[in-house]
């Protein structure tokens, strides 16, 4: 985006001619189309810093600077700076990231697009002291394949949660944790357990000194990224048998409307209550919520209503997603 800034009131024959008013303009030349930093402002007009900070400020709410933000014409259409920053405001996120690419209004949304923008947010976001969690899913295999070479670097990267099924089904998990490690110069730390098992299965696998390292590592990670699933028989959870309808019609009973990490929530991010919790090996909604940095990806329609509940449950604080999943989230 280009940037242009105009003394608007140098044209103007009924500002009053004062010398305050001649300063402010000067400043605001200075400033915005020469490029003078306060102090130089300061030097040239024989004032101090803060009366130059003053002399901005003036030429700004005296409406005598006009500032024009101007986007490229090869980029119309591909950027949404202004529905972002309602999306952030509302929700209190760190940062919204709309990709137009994406744009769904089936079921079925361009993880490739997703994963590419949300792969740039990351690189930005990691600090080599990091450590990225995330847990298994389409559009974190799209994040880990979009991945340039050593454009940033972590020191761990961490599997969220158990990926083990009774089926041969392909979670990605061992692609997304490869491809990061690989690509971001980090030890990979895997999560070696199911998804879910019986109580007694579970809390014998906490107390496994591999595994609950690997928790602990997940519960701690700096960075964590993520999807959502929805209540539905259309995901990965169902898909993999790693819940069939019966449960699915319990936790809809039970106003789950989405999942993180096979943990699921309300409308509002609650957690939702029930057997499955105590049988779930994942890191916890509330080490999510914890976490500094928490990165959602989703897009397509019917994942919409788990997007809405982990953002009111402070889930998340970026996201990446879809022009018509923000316009909903916004009207929703």
């Not at 961490?158 to 990061?180: A, K």
């Not at 169902?238 to 409307?257: C, I, K, P, Q, Y």
Request: glycine share 10%; aromatic share 4%.
């Amino acid at each position: 985006m280009n940037q242009s800034a105009q003394p608007a009131g140098l044209k103007s024959s009924k500002l009053p001619a004062s010398e305050d008013v001649r300063l402010a303009l000067r400043a605001a030349t200075m400033y915005h189309l020469e490029g003078a930093t306060q102090a130089e402002i300061a030097a040239k007009l024989g004032v101090s810093r803060p009366t130059a900070g003053r002399l901005l400020a003036r030429a700004r709410t005296q409406g005598l600077v006009r500032v024009e933000i101007m986007v490229p014409p090869e980029l119309e259409g591909s950027v949404n700076t202004e529905l972002e920053s309602k999306l952030e405001k509302h929700f209190g996120l760190a940062e919204v990231l709309i990709v137009p690419e994406a744009n769904s209004d089936s079921d079925d949304p361009d993880f490739d697009a997703l994963g590419r923008r949300a792969a740039e947010v990351l690189v930005r976001r990691l600090q080599p002291s990091s450590v990225l969690g995330f847990t298994w899913g389409p559009e974190t295999v799209a994040v880990a394949g979009s991945l340039p070479d050593k454009a940033a670097k972590c020191s761990a990267v961490v599997q969220l949660d158990g990926s083990m099924t009774v089926t041969d089904y392909q979670t990605g998990v061992d692609f997304t944790i490869g491809r990061c490690a690989q690509q971001l110069q980090a030890n990979p730390i895997r999560l070696n357990a199911p998804l879910y098992a019986d109580p007694a299965t579970v809390e014998s696998m906490r107390n496994d000194s591999v595994i609950s390292k690997a928790l602990q590592a997940g519960t701690d990670s700096d960075i964590m990224v993520f999807g959502v699933g929805a209540v539905s028989t259309a995901t990965t959870l169902f898909a993999g048998s790693f819940v069939d309808s019966t449960m699915l019609d319990e936790l809809e009973s039970r106003g789950a409307v989405g999942e993180i990490g096979g943990r699921f929530y309300t409308i509002d991010g609650n957690p939702v209550e029930g057997p499955l919790p105590e049988r779930t090996v994942s890191v916890s909604l509330g080490a999510v919520k914890s976490c500094d940095q928490t990165i959602l990806i989703s897009g397509g329609t019917h994942k919409r209503q788990a997007v809405l509940g982990a953002l009111r449950g402070g889930l998340a604080n970026v996201l990446v997603t879809d022009v018509e999943c923000a316009q909903w989230l916004l009207e929703g």
